[in-house]
């Protein structure tokens, strides 16, 4: 019953989103790319180190969606949050791809059930960053540049430390692109909502 | 003698809420304790700049570790918290894997935790459900089936 509202509401906002604009073309065009690399074979083994940070940046990617659709619908006026979160379901799509290449169990990860989340540090995470970004639109955009730099932070360590194989580093560079895509689009929209 | 997951639950949360973050440390993986930080740091970080910016140091600086440690102790005493933790279930991942489900207040939640040389440790990035090897499989049925002889 939940699960089904959940997926009707995001149908919902999703559909609202497809008359956002031209600019969430641009927004989500990086993650579609990302995606699509996914499908490419290979016979590298992860260690298990790597398949835990495939697994946490998965569920990672599924936060910042999360949080923006939340936000999204507490501040319906501002098309930032509908953009970023189609771009970030692509992210979330990527990641999955990474992680079913190379054989890791997402069975346990809900993706339908928004602010709902598998690892403790990550619900708590978006508990805060709601109850932050429901205080006011300008601090709703503070939240989105926080989530951006934070997602920045992590995939910039998976590519650079852990010694991923070219596949997964292409992937991960191409949601970093998106990142700093979505970094720049709340610093524009808080640039309008303070002036 | 090692402390199992289940005592390192309540552990956690007498230290956390007491503001005595270097009981949290010896009690995760060095990872995990970083990111415990970051997450409850942010309503602090949201609200102070300057905090903020050591936030984002922590790894690299232990000047900035240390302020950080020292004014989130004080903002955790000061959300004057002492959730009741039940725990309901605990569940072997792998030899090396544990989770633990409890719940915080009424609320259902979960950690994990991996053995580490030092003993078993809270680590957010040991959720990763491992896949058994046909040994343990085999074995966990002969356990099952047992009584039954």
Known sequence: MNKSTNQNERRGFLSKMLVAGASSVALFSSSVHAAGRTSRSTTTKLTAKQKDELFF??????????????????????????SIQLSEQRHIDAAQGLCEKYGIDISEVNEDEVGNFVL?????????????????????LDVGVFIEELDIGDLTHA??????????????????EGSYNHLESFNGAITIASS | MTEEPSEIISKYYHALYNGDLSAVKDLMTEKSYMMTLESFGLRLSFRDGEF????????????????VESLLSQEIISRNKAPKIKITKCEPNGSERETVYYTEDGKVKKLYFSKEDSGWKINYYAG??????????IKKWLISILPSF
């Open chain 2, 128 to 137: 990763r459900p491992i896949p058994q090897s046909y040994f343990s499989s």
């Open chain 1, 159 to 176: 590519i650079e430390d852990l010694g991923f194989p070219a596949d997964v580093i292409s992937v991960y560079e191409n949601l970093r």
């Open chain 2, 52 to 67: 903020k910016s050591l936030l984002k140091e922590i790894e690299d600086s232990p000047e900035s570790l240390e302020k």
């Open chain 1, 120 to 140: 403790p540090v990550l619900q708590g995470y978006y508990d805060d960053l709601v109850e932050q970004g429901s205080e006011s639109l300008l601090d709703a």
């Open chain 1, 57 to 82: 940046i998965y569920q990672e990617e599924k936060l910042a969606r999360d949080v923006y659709i939340t936000l999204g619908k507490l501040y319906p006026k501002e098309n930032t949050f509908a």
